[in-house]
């Protein structure tokens, strides 16, 4: 599976942003896919990830209620849409696909490439 985050940018506190992930290849509606997402200096971490069926989600803590995973299996894409960001959300986003859903990144055996999402205060 090819994987390709895309909808990064520069938002204000408070504001939106959705990324996309589209994916080629494999069947993407075979694999969980998740979120991950590293600031400067930091490790990569867990955001949120979902069930090849969307049928089951799970979210880091600090963005629940925050952030919303989906996917859309026809369209080969899945979307991570955030809202009332804070800068310390600011990180570079990577999507993974794994055969498993997981909050662990060596579980992912696909990675798109990341995209910045940057927050100012």
């Known amino acids: 599976v090819q994987l390709q985050a895309s909808g990064g940018g520069l938002v204000q506190a408070w504001g939106s942003l959705r990324l996309s992930c589209a994916a080629s290849?494999?069947?993407?509606?075979?694999?969980?896919m998740g979120w991950f997402r590293q600031a400067p200096g930091k490790e990569r971490e867990f955001v949120a990830r979902i069930t090849w069926s969307s049928g089951n989600t799970y979210y880091l803590a600090t963005v629940k209620g925050r952030f919303t995973i989906s996917r859309d299996n026809a369209k080969n894409t899945g979307y991570l849409q955030m809202n009332s960001l804070k800068p310390e959300d600011t990180a570079v986003y990577y999507c993974a696909a794994s055969s498993r859903p997981s909050t662990f990144a060596s579980d992912y055996n696909y990675w798109g490439q990341g995209t910045l999402v940057t927050v100012s205060s």
């Open positions: 290849g494999r069947t993407f509606s075979s694999y969980a």
